[in-house]
C-alpha cells in the first residue's frame, strides 16, 4: 500500500465500509494490482467509482452501488468463465462477515453478477449507475481508449492475434447492436455518442483486410 491511488482507494473503501473493515479493503486493492492484470486494476476501480460518484443520484442505494465497484472484479482471471460470480461469493462471504445488513449483501451481490453482461432491467437504477460506470471508458478520448484497447490486448497477450481480434470483435458487435448502451439519462447523454464513435472505429480496424 505504498501508492497514492492505493492510498486513496483504501480511504474510500474505509469510509464505505468503517476503520474496522481496513484489512479487507487491503485485500481488495492488492487483487487489483495483481500482476497478471493490465487493465482491471486500481485504475480502473478508481475510475468507476468517480463515475459512480457523478451518477448518485440515479441510484436507490448508492452505498450497494459502490461496494459493488469495489468486488465486481475481485476475482479476476483472463480466462476465467466465471468470475463475475466468484467475485459475488466473496462480496456475500465478506460482507456478510462485517455484519453488513443481509439485504445489502445480497444487492451487492446481484449488482456484481450484474456486470457479466451489463443488461440492468429498465426500472433496475442501482444496476443502471454500476452498469455505466464499467461502460464509461468506451466514450473516452482517442489517447485514453488507445491505452485501455492496449490494456485488454495485453492481458490476451498469450492469445494469436487471428482469435484476439475475431474474440473482440464480436464482443464490440454485442455492444454496438444494445439499443442503449447507456442506462442512466446522465451517461446516456454524456457518453453514447463518442462511445459508439469509437466502438465503430476499433470494429473496423479489427476486421480491415490485410495488407
Not at 29 to 49: K, Q
Not at 89 to 118: I, K, S, W, Y
Not at 165 to 171: E, I, K, M, S, T
Request: proline letters at 3%; glycine letters at 4%; charged letters at 25%.
Amino acid at each position: 500500500m505504498d501508492t497514492s491511488l492505493d492510498t486513496e482507494l483504501l480511504n474510500r473503501w474505509t469510509k464505505l465500509a468503517g476503520a474496522a473493515a481496513r484489512a479487507v479493503g487491503v485485500d481488495l486493492v492488492r487483487r487489483y494490482s495483481e500482476p497478471h492484470r493490465r487493465y482491471h486494476t486500481v485504475e480502473h476501480l478508481a475510475a468507476m467509482l468517480a463515475v459512480i460518484d457523478d451518477l448518485a443520484a440515479d441510484a436507490t442505494d448508492i452505498d450497494a452501488v459502490r461496494y459493488a465497484a469495489f468486488f465486481h472484479d475481485a476475482v479476476y482471471e483472463v480466462d476465467g468463465t466465471d468470475n463475475e460470480e466468484e467475485s459475488a461469493r466473496l462480496a456475500e462471504l465478506t460482507l456478510a462477515d462485517l455484519g453488513v445488513a443481509p439485504e445489502t449483501v445480497a444487492e451487492v451481490a446481484r449488482l456484481v453478477r450484474l456486470t457479466g453482461g451489463h443488461h440492468p432491467a429498465s426500472s433496475d437504477r442501482n444496476g443502471a449507475v454500476l452498469c455505466d460506470a464499467d461502460l464509461a471508458i468506451l466514450a473516452a478520448d482517442e489517447s485514453a481508449y488507445a491505452a485501455y484497447t492496449s490494456a485488454v490486448r495485453a492481458e490476451y497477450a498469450h492469445v494469436p492475434d487471428e482469435l484476439f481480434r475475431a474474440g473482440r470483435a464480436a464482443v464490440l458487435r454485442g455492444l454496438v447492436d444494445q439499443e442503449r448502451l447507456f442506462r442512466t439519462p446522465t451517461a446516456q447523454a454524456r457518453y453514447a455518442a463518442a462511445a459508439r464513435a469509437n466502438l465503430a472505429a476499433e470494429l473496423a480496424a479489427l476486421t480491415a483486410p490485410a495488407e
